[in-house]
């Protein structure tokens, strides 16, 4: 009825509620998050509200199909200098980019915290990997290792192992760290003595002690039948001219491998367990150069081989294979791609030598150093897609350390850490971070995340 009727109006309906972030769930969250360029955008993005930090912090499953879809994040490479106490850094350059840019400004690549020695010109810190986010240093006139992420500017010092464990030059250091609790590692330290004995010391940065194994036999695969006889071991090799059998340890996914000089078998040691095992290899695999030859995985976790038959790029082919079960449940290495490496190069550039860097969930890293240049050049290679692309373009230099961001602390969630205050631009631990003895050890406050939006407010 109308209001000339006497009636009153009818009541009007109240305001809807105003749509904020916060009612957008995780899910479309992490749809939109995909679609960010680099892990250091999706640092930025979500350190921009608590909802967002929640959202990414609290999906393992989305950590997984992020990294699937992007590339590892290379910020650049480690040069070991020639006289200089510390190696330099290169940083790869994006315009594209502006976070991957604040990421490198925001971190210590320059290797500040690592301490000098003023009363020894002779004292220098040697870089002996990169792996996790860390690079690991070894200071012979100190007698110390040194494990520092630039990034977060989380650094340990500790001492070299027992005299005991350390009486051949034949040695590799390899860092072990849980993406779910960066807090805490183990130095992994394998030394070999002649080719046949072996021995593991273990430093627990919960403990601050190293742990000293036993010497034990170099394991070794048995030889082939020769004329109906049974296989035999065979005998271990002499190394009285100092020269190793094994190249220098690659860590893969929990697991370290040594590839042997001459023969098509790597030696393997379980970081966990800390026990030794062999992987036979093609056996065309048997005799070729280290850098040839590189184990990594896949963007499944799959452990892949990549190989090149030869270093010019005009002749040779880069061939991949998967340690895979076979129809019958047999595992075994089962070749996958092959690419031809003229079309890992500029051809316009003329001839080019190539080398494989590194292999890195589910990419090559290849560098190439052309006729007539000084410098080289880095590109990446997806396995999956074959998909090319230019990282550094006469500007990289061998031998070199590539230096990749992980996913960040701030980023995983940690029932055990203290509670976070999270603000636009960064996030603040209220709890304390480390002890007395290593009070750097993942200081959030100094995060990658929190230098990322500093860099850009």
Not at 50 to 69: G, I
Not at 73 to 100: K, M, N, W
Request: aromatic share 10%.
């Amino acid at each position: 009825m109308s209001p000339e009727l006497g009636l009153p109006p009818p009541a009007k309906r109240p305001p809807s509620a105003p749509t904020t972030i916060t009612d957008i769930g995780d899910d479309l969250l992490h749809e939109i998050f995909l679609l960010l360029p680099s892990l250091p955008s999706l640092v930025r993005a979500a350190l921009a509200c608590s909802t967002f930090l929640h959202a990414v912090r609290s999906s393992p499953a989305f950590r997984r199909r992020f990294q699937a879809l992007h590339p590892p994040q290379v910020l650049g490479f480690f040069i070991e200098p020639c006289h200089d106490a510390l190696p330099t850094f290169a940083p790869f350059r994006s315009r594209s980019d502006q976070d991957l840019a604040a990421a490198v400004r925001g971190s210590d690549f320059f290797l500040t915290r690592l301490p000098e020695n003023s009363s020894d010109s002779h004292s220098r810190w040697d870089l002996a990997s990169c792996h996790s986010g860390y690079a690991v240093f070894i200071n012979l006139t100190t007698e110390q290792i040194a494990a520092y992420n630039p990034l977060t500017q989380a650094l340990d010092i500790f001492p070299l192992p027992p005299e005991e464990a350390a009486v051949s030059p034949f040695f590799d250091f390899h860092i072990v760290i849980s993406v779910e609790d960066q807090r805490a590692f183990r130095m992994v330290f394998v030394q070999r003595r002649n080719t046949s004995q072996l021995c593991v010391a273990v430093f627990s940065s919960a403990t601050r002690e190293w742990q000293v194994l036993p010497w034990v036999e170099t394991p070794t695969p048995p030889q082939p039948e020769v004329d109906g006889a049974p296989p035999t071991l065979p005998q271990p090799e002499d190394d009285a001219d100092g020269v190793p059998s094994f190249y220098s340890g690659m860590q893969v996914n929990g697991f370290v491998y040594w590839k042997h000089m001459t023969q098509a078998y790597v030696l393997v040691l379980n970081t966990v367990t800390l026990q030794f095992s062999i992987v036979d290899l093609p056996v065309v695999l048997g005799v070729i150069d280290y850098k040839l030859f590189r184990l990594g995985q896949s963007k499944d976790g799959e452990l892949c081989l990549v190989s090149a038959d030869d270093y010019d790029a005009n002749i040779g082919s880069l061939v991949v294979w998967f340690w895979r079960a076979d129809d019958d449940g047999v595992e075994k290495w089962m070749l996958e791609e092959t690419f031809p490496l003229g079309t890992c190069i500029d051809v316009t550039k003329g001839n080019a030598i190539v080398q494989i860097e590194e292999v890195i969930d589910g990419y090559v890293y290849l560098s190439a150093k052309y006729v007539g240049q000084q410098s080289e050049s880095l590109v990446s290679l997806c396995l999956e897609t074959g998909k090319l692309k230019k990282l550094f373009d006469d500007t990289y230099t061998s031998p070199s350390n590539l230096y990749i961001m992980v996913w960040p602390p701030s980023l995983v969630y940690n029932r055990e850490e203290s509670q976070a205050n999270v603000t636009g631009v960064s996030v603040a631990d209220v709890g304390p971070v480390g002890t007395k003895e290593s009070p750097s050890v993942l200081d959030v406050k100094n995060s990658i995340a929190r230098k990322v939006t500093a860099e850009d407010t």
